[in-house]
């Protein structure tokens, strides 16, 4: 958890004002945590990261008595959403859960350039309907960009020795049914995964190489009837080091393959949550000499991730 790039912004009575005037995207919407605790937790980390560049996320620590007092808080953990353009501030009343604050925040929508030049999704699945920006406002057309897909392993030698290798970190693999390419359940899998590593990527954050595995790969069939994996199009989390798997068995409120869904679930295994299932004897290649985890891949296969992210989800505890 130590890892997590921290997007947070300290705001406190002294400097709130700057933040609700600037907030990182020339005055528009913001979200304001406070809190009681001195750390920020991974959980307002992942929220920053999520809206890095489309939503500035702020933490009041309750001591800030004077910031505590104009936003009426009484209770804490308690998330404000201060839409911008002279909007009343939104206060919060769900579970304290990433999903559900994510749907929350992104109620408003705001035309952004993250700092890559990439279109944020959270602006993309917002209301339309909310904010409006005033008459005076400078608005900046959102730059749209291509979602680059995640890699195919194209082969069961490729599957085996990227996940499946006695010294395979952990990955996430989507098994794709028989004519995927016009399955639109496998389009949204493919692209629920391809969105959060870019979002990752853009982050400079640490997270799980994603591959898809083509329904013609022996490896697709080999898993899923040691695992007996029955859907058309699955997603299962792998690390053949320490022996482990775990199955993303189904949707949340944004239904099955949902970004909030799959991310929620990424996040847990990221952190060390949840229960892993110890994999099936025999899955598990042995590996031959000087065959490295990359090795035989195509630059198309590669993981969309830095050598380093790879090492570093090593440790699931992240």
Same mark, same amino acid.
């Given at each position: 958890?130590?890892?997590?790039?921290?997007?947070?912004?300290?705001?406190?009575?002294?400097?709130?004002?700057?933040?609700?005037?600037?907030?990182?995207?020339?005055?528009?919407?913001?979200?304001?945590?406070?809190? $009681? *605790?001195?750390?920020?937790?991974? +959980?307002?980390?992942?929220?920053?990261?999520?809206? #890095?560049?489309? /939503? %500035?996320? !702020?933490?009041?620590?309750?001591?800030?008595?004077?910031?505590?007092?104009?936003?009426?808080?009484?209770?804490?953990?308690?998330?404000?959403?201060?839409?911008?353009?002279?909007?009343?501030?939104?206060?919060?009343?769900?579970?304290?859960?990433?999903?559900?604050?994510?749907?929350?925040?992104?109620?408003?929508?705001?035309?952004?350039?993250?700092?890559?030049?990439?279109h944020s999704d959270a602006a993309d699945t917002a209301d339309t309907t909310t904010t409006k920006p005033s008459a005076t406002a400078q608005v900046t057309a959102p730059v749209?960009?291509?979602?680059?897909?995640?890699?195919?392993?194209?082969?069961? $030698? *490729?599957?085996?020795?990227?996940? +499946?290798?006695?010294?395979?970190?952990?990955?996430? #693999?989507?098994? /794709? %049914?028989? !004519?995927?390419?016009?399955?639109?359940?496998?389009?949204?899998?493919?692209?629920?995964?391809?969105?959060?590593?870019?979002?990752?990527?853009?982050?400079n954050a640490h997270f799980l190489p994603f591959f898809a595995v083509a329904h013609d790969n022996g490896a697709g069939a080999e898993i899923r009837e040691a695992l007996d994996?029955?859907?058309?199009?699955?997603?299962?989390?792998?690390?053949?080091?320490?022996?482990?798997?775990?199955?993303?068995?189904?949707?949340?409120?944004?239904?099955?393959?949902?970004?909030?869904?799959?991310?929620?679930?990424?996040?847990?295994?990221?952190?060390?949550?949840?229960?892993?299932?110890?994999?099936?004897?025999?899955?598990?290649?042995?590996?031959?000499?000087?065959?490295?985890?990359?090795?035989? /891949?195509?630059?198309?296969?590669?993981?969309?991730?830095?050598?380093?992210?790879?090492?570093?989800?090593?440790?699931?505890?992240?």
């Amino acid at each position: 958890m130590d890892k997590m790039n921290n997007h947070v912004v300290k705001v406190t009575d002294a400097n709130v004002n700057d933040f609700l005037a600037d907030g990182g995207n020339g005055g528009g919407p913001r979200a304001l945590l406070f809190t $009681d *605790k001195n750390k920020v937790t991974p +959980l307002l980390k992942g929220l920053a990261i999520e809206f #890095l560049g489309v /939503l %500035p996320v !702020g933490q009041v620590r309750s001591g800030e008595t004077e910031t505590v007092t104009r936003f009426g808080v009484t209770s804490f953990p308690t998330l404000v959403l201060v839409p911008g353009g002279g909007a009343e501030p939104e206060v919060y009343d769900g579970e304290m859960k990433k999903p559900a604050m994510v749907a929350f925040l992104s109620k408003v929508k705001v035309a952004a350039t993250n700092p890559t030049g990439a279109h944020s999704d959270a602006a993309d699945t917002a209301d339309t309907t909310t904010t409006k920006p005033s008459a005076t406002a400078q608005v900046t057309a959102p730059v749209i960009v291509d979602v680059p897909p995640i890699p195919t392993l194209a082969t069961a $030698d *490729k599957v085996a020795a990227r996940c +499946l290798g006695p010294k395979s970190s952990t990955c996430v #693999l989507v098994l /794709l %049914p028989e !004519g995927e390419g016009a399955h639109s359940i496998a389009h949204k899998a493919l692209e629920t995964l391809a969105g959060s590593a870019l979002r990752h990527s853009r982050a400079n954050a640490h997270f799980l190489p994603f591959f898809a595995v083509a329904h013609d790969n022996g490896a697709g069939a080999e898993i899923r009837e040691a695992l007996d994996l029955k859907g058309d199009v699955e997603i299962v989390a792998l690390n053949g080091r320490r022996g482990w798997w775990r199955h993303y068995d189904g949707g949340g409120s944004d239904g099955a393959f949902g970004t909030a869904s799959v991310e929620a679930w990424i996040d847990s295994i990221r952190m060390g949550e949840g229960v892993k299932s110890r994999l099936p004897e025999g899955l598990v290649k042995s590996e031959s000499k000087g065959t490295a985890a990359t090795e035989g /891949l195509e630059p198309s296969e590669t993981p969309v991730v830095k050598e380093s992210d790879a090492a570093a989800a090593e440790h699931e505890e992240l």
